[in-house]
């Protein structure tokens, strides 16, 4: 992943200078928080106090010539919003407000007094009613250092604001074309340019063919290797073992020479006229090389999970498949794919049979999904023509046996699996959807309010 870029934006108060307050207490505390981004992965662009309106529209343009990627502001005292709001209103990068303070507690006995220090919450309110009546996206993160979540909040933001920037322009590869008769998730080219910026490259079968027959033998030799070092395989077949990497290695050529930032496989469009094997482990390590996937067709779906894996890596494209209403928990699957950045252990390859098409065989790679916190989301139009995004907290659990040779995860929601159930469909959300594990909701809610999208929560 690259850097992100913060500006670090510390709004102060001509006032205070002009009446000599010390600045030694708060530029420690600006210091020490931009130390915080620091050890988050971020590269951090520091700046002096801003406090009047040339200052701030310097600064604005200064990180934006410096390819910042983001603006977080820290207020070290109060700012009249009126000074710093044509900057941020008007710039096109997007604004997390870190709202901290200082001090953890407020006792007299400190020296000086702790107000003079502490007390930029009335300007975080007052630029927030501000940035709100100028119409512009912003995320709050509030909390101490010591005694919050706030710089993992804060560090979330960042990360889903740069997710959701890199939406607009990207490309997605179409592997076949949409599963005929599935219209939850179609989309057409020009929907999908004219909505997202998502442009929507197509493989014909003979664009296909002519990957695979492209692969280079040693290629395939050291890829095979691969996957003999990473997998657990199951079966001794060299023959299908070579069509199922050169299918792999194909895919992959295609994503790289285009430059995709996603792709789509539909199974039912596989066959010996183009990729020859349904190439279930690619599509798995694709994700893992932060690449987006969905399956059957399902582009769009794709293309989210891409620009969330740009930033977060534990983002896998997930699909519901039963519920287990006795132990309240959801069973999640597919047929072969799944990030394994989030599998609990070694995959393990199978020999498969493919009744679907005459490629007739595949290797197909079963995991668990590991347990853990996450976030589950679900891109959707609406009865008004307007794409959504529906999200949901949910706990991911311990397996259950007998799942062995499948795709498999549980999540548990956070009400009745019937209840969820039932909302989800009352909502209109398709039936593929994406997980982000240890992320908060707010966050990927941040997300889709900067791709323009609608958002609704369970």
Not at 136 to 163: C, L, M
Not at 178 to 189: A, E, V, W
Not at 224 to 242: C, G, P, R, S
Not at 280 to 305: H, N, P, W
Request: hydrophobic share 40%.
């Amino acid at each position: 992943m690259k850097q992100i870029k913060v500006g670090l934006l510390p709004l102060y108060i001509k006032l205070y200078d002009d009446c000599g307050t010390d600045r030694t207490y708060t530029t420690a505390f600006y210091n020490r928080m931009a130390g915080l981004l620091k050890n988050q992965g971020f590269d951090v662009i520091k700046t002096d106090y801003c406090r009047v309106e040339e200052e701030f529209k310097k600064t604005v343009a200064d990180f934006e010539n410096q390819g910042a990627d983001v603006i977080v502001t820290l207020h070290m005292a109060y700012s009249p919003s009126l000074e710093s709001i044509e900057a941020l209103s008007s710039t096109e990068l997007p604004i997390v407000v870190l709202d901290s303070t200082e001090a953890f507690g407020l006792n007299f006995n400190q020296s000086p007094s702790p107000i003079g220090n502490n007390h930029g919450i009335h300007g975080v309110m007052d630029m927030c009613n501000l940035l709100k009546q100028r119409g512009k996206t912003y995320a709050i993160a509030a909390g101490h250092e010591n005694n919050s979540d706030v710089i993992k909040k804060t560090s979330d933001f960042i990360k889903a604001a740069v997710a959701a920037k890199s939406l607009k322009g990207s490309k997605v590869g179409a592997f076949g074309a949409s599963f005929k008769g599935m219209g939850d998730f179609l989309i057409s080219k020009e929907e999908a340019m004219e909505t997202f910026g998502i442009e929507i490259v197509s493989f014909s079968d003979e664009q296909m063919s002519a990957l695979v027959k492209g692969v280079d033998k040693k290629a395939v030799e050291q890829e095979k290797a691969n996957y003999k070092n990473d997998y657990v395989i199951t079966f001794d077949d060299e023959e299908l073992l070579d069509k199922a990497v050169k299918a792999a290695l194909a895919v992959r050529q295609g994503v790289n020479d285009n430059n995709l930032d996603a792709f789509s496989v539909n199974f039912l469009d596989v066959t010996t006229k183009n990729l020859g094997s349904m190439p279930f482990v690619e599509c798995c390590k694709a994700m893992q090389r932060g690449i987006g996937y969905a399956g059957e067709g399902d582009v769009l779906t794709a293309s989210f999970v891409g620009a969330l894996l740009k930033t977060f890596k534990d983002v896998s494209f997930i699909e519901i498949f039963c519920p287990d209403w006795q132990n309240n928990k959801l069973l999640i699957s597919h047929m072969g794919e799944m990030n394994y950045t989030v599998a609990t252990d070694k995959p393990v390859l199978e020999k498969s049979n493919f009744v679907y098409t005459d490629a007739k065989l595949a290797v197909k790679g079963f995991a668990q999904f590991k347990t853990g916190n996450a976030v589950f989301g679900n891109v959707y139009k609406d009865s008004d023509g307007k794409y959504k995004l529906l999200l949901s907290n949910v706990e991911m659990c311990e397996g259950e046996p007998g799942f062995e040779h499948s795709v498999r995860g549980w999540f548990k929601p956070n009400k009745p699996v019937a209840e969820f159930l039932e909302e989800l469909s009352e909502y209109g959300a398709i039936h593929h959807s994406f997980l982000v594990y240890d992320v908060n909701i707010k966050a990927i809610e941040f997300f889709g309010k900067l791709v323009g999208l609608g958002v609704n929560k369970i």
